[in-house]
C-alpha cells in the first residue's frame, strides 16, 4: 500500500447527472478527509471521518453532497444532481494520527 | 474562525537560488503544516510544524507561534521544486479536524 488512491482520476458528467467518486486511504489510517480545490485555490474542507463515524461536514456542503464510509476503509463521495459548480478537484487525505494528511491525486470533474 | 494569508502570491527564480515563502495566520494554531502542489496536482505533505524549526534537505521551516507567522525556506532550487506551496492552519476553538488552507504561493523554477 504505497499512498491514497482515488478512483476515477477524471470524469466529464451531464449537469443533473449524478456522480460517485472513491477514496482508498493508506492502511490502518482512522481518519479520513474530503476537500475541493478550484483553479488557483487551496483545497476546501468538505468532510472528516473517524474510522466509519462523519464527525464533521462543512457548512458550505449543501444536501447534494453526501459521503460514506462504511466500514472505516474505503470511502464514498457522492453529488447528486449536478451543476457546473460543482467542477473542481476531488481531493482525499488519510491520516493516523490529527496532524499529518497525505493526500491522494484526486478526481477532476468537469460539469458540462 | 481562523484566516490564513500567504505571500508572495507569485515567485519566479532561476535554479540555484534561495527563496523564503511566508504564512501568516490571525489566531494561535495547534496545528500547521507546509504542502507542496506539483504541476500535476498530487499535494505532499512537506512540515507538520505549528511551533519550532524543523529542515529536510533543502527544505526547511520556521513557526513563530506567538507572532502568528511561519516561513518556508527553500535552497538551492531546482526546478522539480515548481508548484504551488500551501500553508494550512486550524486551532481547536472552531473545529477539531478542520484544516483552513491560504491561497499558495505559486513558485516557478527556471534552469
Known amino acids: 500500500d504505497t499512498g491514497v488512491s482515488q478512483d476515477p482520476r477524471h470524469k466529464i458528467t451531464k449537469r443533473g447527472q449524478n456522480v460517485t467518486f472513491r477514496c482508498d486511504p493508506i492502511s490502518e489510517h482512522n481518519r479520513l478527509y474530503w476537500y475541493r480545490q478550484t483553479l488557483g485555490q487551496g483545497p476546501e474542507f468538505l468532510t472528516y471521518?473517524?474510522?466509519?463515524?462523519?464527525?464533521?461536514k462543512s457548512r458550505l456542503l449543501s444536501d447534494r453532497f453526501s459521503a460514506e464510509r462504511p466500514k472505516g476503509s474505503f470511502s464514498t463521495l457522492e453529488i447528486q444532481r449536478t451543476e457546473q459548480g460543482d467542477s473542481a478537484m476531488y481531493l482525499c487525505?488519510?491520516?493516523?494520527?490529527?496532524?499529518?494528511?497525505?493526500f491522494g491525486q484526486g478526481t477532476r470533474l468537469t460539469v458540462v | 474562525g481562523i484566516q490564513v494569508e500567504q505571500s508572495p502570491p507569485d515567485l519566479i527564480l532561476q535554479e540555484g537560488a534561495n527563496s523564503t515563502l511566508r504564512c501568516n495566520f490571525s489566531d494561535s494554531v495547534n496545528n500547521l503544516q507546509w504542502f507542496h502542489q506539483n504541476p500535476w496536482g498530487q499535494l505532499i505533505n512537506l512540515f507538520y510544524?505549528?511551533?519550532?524549526?524543523k529542515q529536510n534537505g533543502r527544505l526547511s521551516a520556521t513557526t513563530v507561534a506567538t507572532e502568528r507567522y511561519s516561513l518556508l525556506y527553500i535552497s538551492s532550487s531546482q526546478t522539480t521544486d515548481s508548484g504551488v506551496y500551501f500553508c494550512?492552519?486550524?486551532?481547536?476553538?472552531?473545529?477539531?479536524?478542520?484544516?483552513?488552507w491560504g491561497a499558495g504561493t505559486k513558485l516557478i523554477i527556471k534552469p
Open positions: 510544524i505549528p511551533s519550532g524549526t
Open positions: 487525505a488519510s491520516s493516523p494520527w490529527s496532524s499529518f494528511a497525505f
Open positions: 494550512a492552519a486550524k486551532n481547536d476553538r472552531d473545529s477539531n479536524y478542520q484544516l483552513i
Open positions: 471521518f473517524q474510522n466509519e463515524a462523519q464527525l464533521e
